[in-house]
């Protein structure tokens, strides 16, 4: 009858109908648990195997959150010929936080594995907003982490908020194709006199697995974890897509959140023929792998400019400009003369014409106004954010004796330098030289200069004072910037402007 409610059976008491019941869900809960813990050892196994050499070392990012942790315990119980290790970054935003590094320290500790702790300095967010300067902070630890592959914990369900935050901030292609399974990390520079780090590679092995797996993994093995109390903050855009956007729309599409996340994997395939399409047009263009002409690029379709554009700035280690970056940079660099020296402004660098050839620069960092001479042997130095390399030599180079009749410095360009770097020719000006040697304009503001007692000693990629050459068989020392010792090649081309 409409309307009536369901009741025990007449002969059955009520207490034992709900026993039974009690009974079927605590089974069918187990089975979940059971077909969990499956499905995530299983897919970490495939996924570890396949990419993770025995032997390397496998980190795990551990936030203290239920994905990290399930993550930490599923690779444990796996027990994969990998070194495994821990390593948690603590930013400092919350007043909780120095708990989540005990909360770490104690669970690592009751499994015997080795945890990193990086406490960050406070953020300086330069305006790019609290969560970006967070992530940009987070990752350059990651870098620094000493390990050959660290282990994110993200899941299809945040594959699926990733592709609809990127999405309503007008991401193209290649940023709809979502977060990579793997992907390389870059180290920063090596410290003057140091050898540079060796980043690891960053994966994500639970890709293919949604929360509702993650929570059953954690619950059938009782796992506790933190709660970020931010997460719940929704005035942060991926909380809101998590927890006003998603759920409404999976009750529309039940399967909603797997399809966005298969959708990323269409959107990155496709980016991933758009790379190919760039690297030939750059074979077809440069044959030789040379710098790419002002006149080539011109030739191409406006989308195919854009895309080439695209691909030589991922080469060069820029962020990815936006549309409108992009179209700007291709409406300037469409309409500048081969012979002019164009210079279009990027978010994280420029864009560069000279003499008919195209450059990606980087942003680069300030230079030293002066920097003192010494030398007790070989030796790096650091000249604005490049490695200035000095080294011991005999009969050839810059000779010891003469640089310690006066006091020695390196400094910038001021004007009026004049050098005579062959004894057979008249002292010339250093912009003359500069010019020949076909040293771009933004190289020969930041080319150090070594100075003797008033007298210009040596200039980057231009060579010796012929006054201050050492003899046969006599002390000296060999300058390089960069390991570079032509002027031709002191600024990179855009086929390899990335030492920039």
Wanted: with cysteine; charged share 20%.
């Amino acid at each position: 009858m409409a309307g009536r409610k369901s009741s025990p059976s007449a002969d059955q008491p009520a207490g034992v109908a709900t026993a039974a019941g009690l009974q079927r869900r605590e089974a069918a809960t187990a089975d979940a648990g059971d077909a969990a813990v499956q499905a995530v050892l299983s897919s970490l196994s495939t996924f570890c195997v396949a990419r993770v050499p025995a032997g390397d070392r496998l980190c795990v990012a551990l936030s203290g959150g239920r994905d990290s942790l399930v993550l930490l315990d599923a690779l444990q119980r796996l027990a994969l010929p990998n070194a495994l290790s821990a390593l948690h970054v603590n930013h400092g935003l919350s007043p909780h936080a120095a708990d989540w590094a005990c909360f770490c320290a104690d669970f690592c500790a009751a499994r015997a594995i080795p945890l990193q702790v990086i406490e960050l300095a406070p953020i300086a967010s330069d305006g790019e907003g609290l969560e970006a300067a967070a992530r940009r902070q987070r990752y350059a630890a990651f870098a620094r982490c000493a390990a050959d592959w660290l282990a994110l914990a993200h899941h299809r369900d945040d594959q699926a908020e990733t592709l609809l935050l990127r999405l309503l901030r007008g991401a193209g292609v290649a940023g709809a194709g979502g977060m990579p399974a793997e992907r390389a990390l870059h180290a920063d520079p090596a410290p003057a006199g140091g050898s540079p780090a060796r980043a690891p590679r960053l994966i994500r092995p639970l890709l293919d697995l949604p929360r509702a797996t993650l929570t059953a993994y954690a619950g059938h093995f009782g796992l506790r974890w933190i709660e970020d109390e931010s997460n719940a903050d929704c005035r942060h855009r991926r909380n809101f897509i998590r927890h006003r956007i998603l759920p409404p729309l999976s009750s529309v599409f039940p399967g909603g959140s797997a399809a966005l996340a298969r959708a990323t994997g269409h959107f990155a395939e496709a980016a991933l023929l758009l790379d190919e399409l760039a690297q030939l047009d750059r074979e077809r263009l440069a044959p030789a792998g040379g710098r790419l002409s002002l006149a080539a690029l011109n030739s191409l379709t406006d989308a195919r400019a854009r895309n080439l554009l695209r691909h030589e700035m991922r080469c060069a280690g820029l962020p990815a400009a936006d549309a409108r970056w992009l179209e700007e940079a291709r409406r300037q660099l469409a309409s500048t003369r081969a012979t002019a020296e164009t210079c279009v402004a990027l978010p994280a660098g420029s864009l560069r014409v000279f003499r008919g050839e195209l450059y990606v620069l980087p942003r680069l960092p300030p230079l030293p106004s002066a920097l003192p001479w010494s030398f007790d042997g070989d030796a790096v130095l650091d000249w604005g954010g490049r490695r200035l390399l000095l080294r011991r030599t005999i009969g050839a180079g810059i000779s010891l004796a003469r640089l310690a009749e006066g006091a020695a410095h390196f400094a910038l360009r001021c004007g009026g330098e004049r050098l005579q770097p062959d004894a057979r020719r008249p002292r010339r000006s250093l912009k003359n030289l500069l010019q020949e040697q076909a040293v771009p304009p933004w190289q020969r503001e930041r080319l150090p200069l070594l100075w003797c007692g008033g007298q210009l000693v040596w200039a980057a990629g231009i060579g010796v004072d012929a006054a201050f050459a050492c003899a046969a068989g006599e002390a000296g020392v060999q300058l390089d910037w960069e390991g570079l010792s032509s002027a031709a090649v002191v600024a990179s081309p855009l086929a390899s402007s990335s030492a920039n």
